[in-house]
């Protein structure tokens, strides 16, 4: 079995593309006068890129195990929480209260010690660890529980989606410790860099970029293994690959763990840059439009769901902005239409368009 | 019909190991008895035909065999130690039991020969799959296989684009792929024109010997070819045993089967 | 035996109180100035005996100090802010005295106790029901043995069971506060246990602690009594709001049962086909409210069919326009579905604007009744009544009707339905508007419990969801059953955990649940559901 080369066109050409981007903002926000890049551009390009992370992560399970994930929101949600808590850590005596042991919240609801799962959080490499572990380990219990005993299709998808509504309630309540209802925010810096500062967020939307390529990278890796091979035999006929020998169950919950460490990755490069996360972040509306994004872009091509997300997100910022009424008609519509007009986003139609055009001249010059 | 004790129905000497021993197995569907008291034992290396009327619960058998379904009551071995009814599909794909089944199921959108290097005997761990790589004896083995089935020049084509013969051909390539112990074959032969049946029923015979075959078909003709032992399957349960001349004289094969 | 010791104290108090001066409103008020405040506590407590709600104001004004006595002895009531005067015993208007020329009628403390228990004695008489007895049920509160007397008087003056059986239960309380003989106070401890309410449980239990071992022994017999009813109604009353949640639930999710269950198909908008069915009712009562005030008793009858017919053609509108096109292709169809809920939500959020709407409860919806110790609302019976017949009305549909079978022939095995004639396209529409249909019957509902707002569909899919799959897809006697289940363990929760987290719980205990049976507790079994 000759496995695919690593880099394909595809990704090449978004590799690309994501480099020049990275070379294009910092030099234009901060090396060129007049900055071209602003920084709201900066921030809002990071932005985009943590989405294009996550549903990458999103593709990888769903594209290509056909696992539809209606949760992963509560992957990302858990990364840029356990990332949350450290930039809280990190404010130390300059909150509102000036309490350098307590966050402002805590304070707030009249808490008087850190409760023992914020401990060791002003370490970045214990958030950073954490960023991992707290969604791969929601996502390998989870799916322990779930992939064992068959729970598939629909009913799976609904599950997931009652799992982050869940978390979503949980997280509301104040005696989480999580902050409650406003979640974590007000950060001041991160590593000692000033979160407001052009550099830091020049930075932050740099790393994003960096994510990406990894993320892309790895999940190509992963789906030309032959364990991508496997994946795709489960998506397409689970029941047949059991009879071949493979453990179904591991191979799924190896993706969805994998997936869900990458969307937490993505969460926690999100909150830094946002510079807040709070329980709508688990709502099962955010974790649904994370899949139109895949849809749109196109199911299991990795760089098409990468490209969908950034699309959405950039029309959304744009009609949020111009027509608010019509952002929600906007995204029902896009639901409806990528569903029944392109089943294979919008990559997919681009390449077979392309893909005539090449030909049409070819049958030209045949003719004549 | 009452039932046999199993070690008598073929008369062999108890210390010889059965590959495959069922003995009052019975598995009900909501009432209905798809299974009933069904006794059965395959000898190392044999090839036994299955026939029966629809419905006589020649696939469900399988299912049983291969860990798919729960048998309600009886016992299934494997090589008179492991007890089947324990273990699921892919434990028993591991052990040594190869399945086709009646409605062929291949990888659609994986090529040919993907198709075929997923089957062949590996460590199946995501571990060991994530890591694998290529190798000659791989590509050899690959290209051997395509000879086998015939399907050399399609060895890049998707599997779906086959035709329906190609596909059972396919999926018998995937049986052998995994060098099985035992072969469970549903209705190899639909879709396959005559002489794609004779060719079919000659290379189960030249596997058998070094391996048990159990092949289930409707095909007369077929059966005939591959001129071995018989079961009849009647209502879940075994209505008669033997060569084909002598089954297919006794009346009460004919009756709920022949006749028809 | 209560009844002729009653009849016996009532004689005596009446005789006492003929004795006395005589007992006539009018010489009693002119006797009120006179006197130390020994004297005129006696007296404030004779006219508290007289029963004459003339009494009442005239007792109110010497609590306030506004009673005030002329030089002439005409006894007046001042008021207190404008200086006008009327007279105590005729009530008519005496204009504004000079306030030097008036003495004040005073009152210490023992006058106003007196007050106090003569006020609440002649409300014991007041000719409206309710006003007697909320002062039945105060007299029972304060347990004051002075009171003794009013309660036997009023008890016999009585024409309301309800009233008289509360003022007796008052009369008990009191003589376990006063130096009745034992045998009175055994009888008392008796007519409290039979009450078996916080009141109840207030008095005896400090005669549980009392040194004589007869009456300690009735009253902690009797207390155990009471705490076990206790018990058994809170028991009744949570079964009773698991019933009236799983009602709800049961109304939004029978039409996912349908749709998700007997087709197959996820359809992610049916919250906002409930969202459908609840501006349906508002709309028409708005235009009840405008037009037809008479009718605002009628409008959930006018708005259940209308919001059926809406909501089921939305419904169609969907099937023909979308799901049609995604049949087999379950994910898809739940994205697709998932756009129609969010043009709807906006679409309704531009019509009507994104804040609740008021929708009423008509007459007979409003209030409350007791069953023993448990509070029953209208609104919530009418819904568990309502839900029900939906269901019944459901279920005959489909089992009896021609339609029904043509859906589940067409649902088991589409190409063969299609080869025997039914038109396999029209059954569907037909399906998926019927499910509809419930939905916007569920909106009726639910309009009458929650607010109308655009989110009010969301906030029913998750749990609409987990019914379904909990009771098992394809099957709506599981949705009922689940949706009771799943009403019922919340609020068993809620008690312990508080409303949130007993939601979390509960989806929590549902992943867990369909690990064990993927197919919830009803499965639809066979090899089709498998492949
Ligand atoms: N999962 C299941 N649920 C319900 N009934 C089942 C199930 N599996 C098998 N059956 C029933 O068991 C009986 C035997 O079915 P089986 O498929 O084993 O027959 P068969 O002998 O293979 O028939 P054919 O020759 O048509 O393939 C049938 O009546 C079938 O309906
Ligand atoms: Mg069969």
């Not at chain 3, 209308?306 to 799901?323: K, M, N, W």
Request: hydrophobic letters at 50%; glycine letters at 10%; proline letters at 4%.
């Amino acid at each position: 079995m000759p496995r695919q080369g690593l880099i394909d066109r595809r990704l090449a050409i978004f590799l690309l593309g994501l480099f020049i981007l990275t070379v294009a903002v910092p030099v234009g926000n901060l090396a060129m006068a007049g900055k071209p890049v602003p920084t709201y551009l900066v921030a809002l390009i990071g932005k985009y890129l943590c989405y294009a992370l996550l549903a990458v992560a999103l593709d990888l399970v769903w594209g290509y195990c056909g696992i539809l994930s209606l949760g992963h929101g509560a992957f990302f949600a858990l990364g840029g929480y356990a990332m949350g808590m450290y930039l809280m850590r990190e404010i130390g005596a300059r909150g509102v209260y000036a309490n350098p042991l307590l966050p402002d919240f805590m304070v707030f609801i009249g808490w008087k010690h850190l409760p023992w799962y914020w401990w060791g959080f002003d370490h970045f490499w214990l958030a950073a660890i954490m960023v991992l572990l707290a969604p791969g380990i929601l996502a390998f219990t989870f799916g322990w529980f779930a992939f064992r005993s068959r729970v598939t299709g629909v009913y799976l998808s609904i599950i997931t989606q009652a799992m982050t509504y869940a978390l979503m309630l949980a997280f509301f309540r104040n005696e989480m410790g999580f902050g409650g209802n406003n979640g974590l925010t007000d950060f001041k810096d991160i590593l000692g860099f000033d979160l407001a500062s052009d550099g830091t967020k020049v930075g932050l939307t740099m790393l994003s970029a960096v994510a990406l390529a990894g993320g892309l990278l790895l999940s190509r890796w992963i789906t030309t293994s032959r364990l991508g091979k496997v994946l795709v035999c489960v998506r397409d006929a689970e029941s047949r690959t059991r009879f071949l020998g493979y453990r179904v169950e591991h191979y799924k919950l190896f993706i969805f763990t994998v997936s869900a460490m990458m969307a937490g990755v993505a969460g926690a490069l999100y909150v830094p840059q946002v510079g807040i996360i709070n329980p709508s972040e688990f709502s099962p509306a955010n974790s649904i439009e994370i899949v139109i994004w895949v849809a749109l872009g196109g199911r299991g091509t990795l760089v098409g769901a990468a490209l969908g997300a950034i699309i959405v997100a950039a029309a959304k910022t744009y009609l949020t902005g111009a027509l608010p009424e019509a952002w929600l008609y906007a995204l029902g519509a896009l639901f409806i239409l990528v569903t029944i007009a392109l089943p294979t986003g919008v990559l997919g139609a681009v390449e077979t368009g392309i893909g005539r055009l090449r030909r049409r001249p070819a049958a030209k010059e045949a003719e004549a | 019909m009452s039932a046999h004790h199993p070690h008598a129905i073929g008369g062999l000497p108890p210390e010889e190991l059965p590959q495959l021993y069922l003995n009052g197995v019975s598995r009900a569907f909501e009432g209905f008895k798809a299974i009933n008291n069904l006794s059965l034992v395959i000898e190392p290396g044999e090839l036994r035909a299955v026939i029966g009327p629809n419905g006589a619960g020649k696939t469900t058998m399988m299912d049983i065999i291969t860990g798919k379904t729960r048998p309600d009551t009886g016992e299934v071995l494997w090589q008179q130690t492991v007890d089947l009814t324990k273990l699921d599909e892919a434990d028993t794909a591991r052990l040594g039991i190869g399945r086709k089944f009646q409605k062929p199921t291949v990888f659609e959108s994986h090529t040919v020969a993907d198709n075929l290097a997923l089957a062949i005997k590996a460590d199946r761990s995501p571990w060991a799959t994530l890591f694998h790589r290529a190798d000659v004896a791989e590509a050899a083995r690959i290209d051997e296989l395509l000879g086998i089935i015939r399907l050399g020049d399609k060895r890049h084509r998707m599997a779906g684009d086959l035709s329906h013969g190609q596909k059972q051909w396919l999926e018998i390539g995937m049986l052998l792929a995994q060098d099985p112990q035992l072969l469970l074959v549903d209705e190899p032969a639909a879709g396959m024109t005559d002489a794609e049946t004779m060719l079919t029923a000659d290379l189960l015979k030249s596997i058998a010997g070094e391996r048990s075959v159990i092949v289930v078909e409707h095909d007369m003709e077929f059966v005939r070819a591959l001129g071995c032992k018989v079961t009849v399957l009647h209502q879940g349960s075994v209505l008669a045993e033997g060569n084909l001349e002598m089954v297919s004289a006794m009346p009460e094969v004919i009756e709920v089967y022949l006749g028809r | 035996m209560t009844s002729l010791l009653r009849a016996v104290l009532t004689i005596c108090a009446l005789l006492y109180a003929s004795v006395a001066v005589a007992d006539d409103f009018s010489a009693l008020v002119q006797a009120l100035p006179k006197g130390s405040y020994h004297a005129r506590s006696v007296v404030v407590k004779k006219l508290g005996l007289l029963g004459d709600a003339r009494a009442v104001p005239v007792l109110k004004a010497l609590n306030n100090d506004d009673l005030k006595v002329a030089g002439d002895g005409t006894v007046l009531i001042v008021n207190d802010t404008t200086g006008a005067a009327t007279s105590a015993i005729g009530g008519a208007a005496m204009g504004k005295p000079d306030p030097n020329s008036l003495d004040r009628v005073k009152a210490n403390n023992m006058v106003r106790r007196a007050i106090r228990t003569a006020i609440g004695m002649l409300t014991l008489r007041d000719p409206d029901p309710a006003k007697r007895m909320k002062a039945a049920e105060d007299a029972l509160k304060a347990a004051d043995p002075e009171q003794i007397d009013a309660l036997d008087a009023a008890i016999s003056a009585e024409r309301d069971a309800g009233v008289k059986a509360v003022m007796a239960e008052a009369r008990a309380a009191a003589v376990l506060k006063s130096d009745a003989p034992e045998a009175q106070k055994l009888a008392a401890i008796h007519t409290l246990g039979d009450r078996g309410d916080n009141a109840a449980l207030a008095a005896l239990v400090p005669v549980a602690n009392s040194k004589e071992p007869a009456l300690a022994q009735a009253a902690k017999t009797a207390l155990s009594a009471i705490r076990e009813a206790q018990q058994f109604w809170r028991l009744a009353q949570n079964i009773w709001f698991g019933l009236s949640l799983g009602s709800v639930l049961l109304l939004a999710a029978v039409g996912l049962a349908i749709t998700f269950g007997v087709m197959g198909v996820i359809n992610m908008a049916h919250g906002e086909l409930v969202m459908l069915g609840a501006y349906t009712t508002f709309v028409v009562q708005q235009v009840i409210r405008a037009d037809a005030p008479g009718l605002f008793g009628w409008s959930l009858a006018i708005a259940a069919p209308l919001a059926f017919l809406v909501s089921g053609a939305v419904g169609i509108a969907i099937e023909r326009g979308i799901v049609r096109h995604l049949y087999g292709r379950p994910l898809e169809t739940l994205l697709a579905t998932w756009g129609v809920s969010l043009i709807l939500q906006q679409a309704v959020r531009t019509i009507f604007g994104p804040d609740n709407r008021d929708v009423g409860n008509p007459g007979w919806m409003s209030g409350a009744f007791k069953i023993g110790q448990m509070q029953v609302t209208w609104n919530r019976l009418w819904i568990l009544i309502f839900c029900l017949a939906v269901f019944a009305v459901l279920l005959a549909v489909l089992k009896k009707t021609p339609i029904g079978l043509q859906m589940r022939a067409v649902t088991q095995n589409r190409a063969m339905a299609a080869n025997m004639g039914i038109r396999t396209g029209g059954v569907d529409a037909l399906t998926f508007g019927l499910g509809a249909g419930i939905a916007g019957l569920a909106g009726v509902a639910l309009s009458q419990v929650d607010n109308v707002s655009p989110n009010l569909g969301q906030n029913y899919i998750v749990d609409s969801f987990m019914v379904v799959v909990f009771g098992g897809a394809g099957n709506i006697w599981g949705t009922l059953a689940g949706a009771f289940t799943l009403g019922i363990a919340n609020k068993f929760l809620e008690p312990f955990s508080g409303a949130v987290l007993a939601k979390i719980l509960i989806l929590v205990g549902i992943i867990l649940f369909i690990q064990k049976r993927p197919r919830g507790l009803f499965a639809v079994k066979g090899r089709a559901v498998e492949s």
